[in-house]
């Protein structure tokens, strides 16, 4: 399989992979070391080698752009948390310049083909900013993301579920795009960093060699309380509860918890098409990425077998209960052929 690398302006990196295909696809994702990078980047190979299409991959993106230009037909795939569309369906937040209406329609072009959690939500910081954790963030400056992502409200609602603190009053928030993520944590220009982490985490593993850091989970109280936990019924947000043991993020990161559990609000999303994208075209792309599910969990990254891929049970996937997705019908097709149940409130 021949790989040819292009490279674009601003840390945007497009990877196409070429064979006898007769389709042509685009598509767009976040950092390529992160889970939405590494999922679409493995969807283009295996619909590569399946024969299914060509993608030519464009990565470093701020998936709120990214998804508005699949609903609006300029982009084919998109890598999607589903709090984007939850938002967008009502005109708020990063697409409340569409209004409620704009986003409502655009909203009803969009289609899953699988999902998968991207990241859970946490605090951390280098050692050397001998940061209190959650007690020490009033006064500071956080790192929560890329300007009008998913991650950033995300970063936000957590700061202030735990904190009661909010960005511009309680303390300064800095956003910079995924691209630049790994030198702002090292730059210092912010004493802690609230972001989406992986187990492990490129990002981190990156970071840290500028040194030791502190990871916190979020605290036991404050994840029991109805408050915390109202957070489930936001589309595309779940509470992920693991044990300490698996909170492996990377050499040189201490994880603080006042038990052996680590504790946080977990990110879940999928890759999004266009409603019209043909059927045989989307059961393709579906069916080459479960035909090669085994190989992506155990050979892409590390982190890929702790990203809830394969899974078609909404209390994970988050396809139900308010999400206005649904499965693309080819999706559905691929997904029954292989022998899994799609809930009805899915379809």
Not at 237 to 250: D, F, G, H, I, K
Request: glycine letters at 10%; a negative charge.
């Amino acid at each position: 399989m021949l790989k040819r690398m292009i490279i674009g302006t601003a840390a945007t990196v497009g990877l196409s992979f070429s064979v006898n295909a007769q389709t042509l696809l685009t598509a767009e994702t976040a950092a390529p070391t992160g889970v939405p990078g590494t999922t679409v980047i493995s969807l283009s190979e295996a619909a590569s080698k399946a024969g299914v299409a060509d993608m030519q991959v464009t990565t470093g993106q701020t998936l709120t752009n990214s998804v508005q230009n699949v609903a609006e037909g300029k982009t084919d795939v998109a890598a999607a948390p589903f709090v984007l569309p939850f938002l967008m369906a009502r005109g708020v937040g990063p697409y409340a310049n569409l209004g409620k209406e704009k986003g409502a329609e655009l909203t009803g072009n969009l289609r899953v083909l699988y999902t998968y959690r991207l990241a859970v939500q946490a605090l951390f910081a280098y050692d050397s900013k001998n940061f209190g954790g959650w007690d020490s963030v009033e006064g500071s400056t956080l790192f929560n993301g890329p300007p009008r992502g998913a991650a950033l409200t995300n970063a936000r609602n957590l700061t202030r579920l735990i904190t009661g603190l909010e960005e511009g009053k309680g303390y300064t928030g800095l956003q910079v795009n995924w691209g630049q993520a790994v030198k702002t944590m090292q730059d210092g220009s912010s004493d802690a960093m609230v972001l989406p982490i992986s187990f492990p985490d490129g990002r981190m593993i990156q970071a840290v060699s500028s040194g030791a850091m502190t990871l916190w989970s979020a605290p036991k109280d404050v994840f029991e309380s109805a408050a915390f936990q109202k957070i489930g019924n936001v589309p595309g947000t779940v509470t992920v509860t693991m044990p300490l043991s698996e909170a492996v993020v990377a050499d040189g990161v201490t994880v603080v918890t006042e038990d052996d559990k680590f504790r946080g609000p977990g990110t879940v999303g999928g890759e999004v098409v266009h409603k019209d994208m043909d059927f045989e075209l989307a059961k393709g792309l579906t069916k080459a990425f479960l035909d090669n599910l085994d190989s992506i969990y155990k050979q892409k990254a590390p982190f890929m077998g702790n990203t809830w891929l394969g899974e078609v049970d909404i209390a994970v996937t988050d396809m139900c209960n308010g999400n206005p997705l649904k499965y693309h019908p080819g999706a559905v097709a691929a997904w029954e052929e292989a022998g899994y149940t799609i809930p009805d409130c899915a379809k």
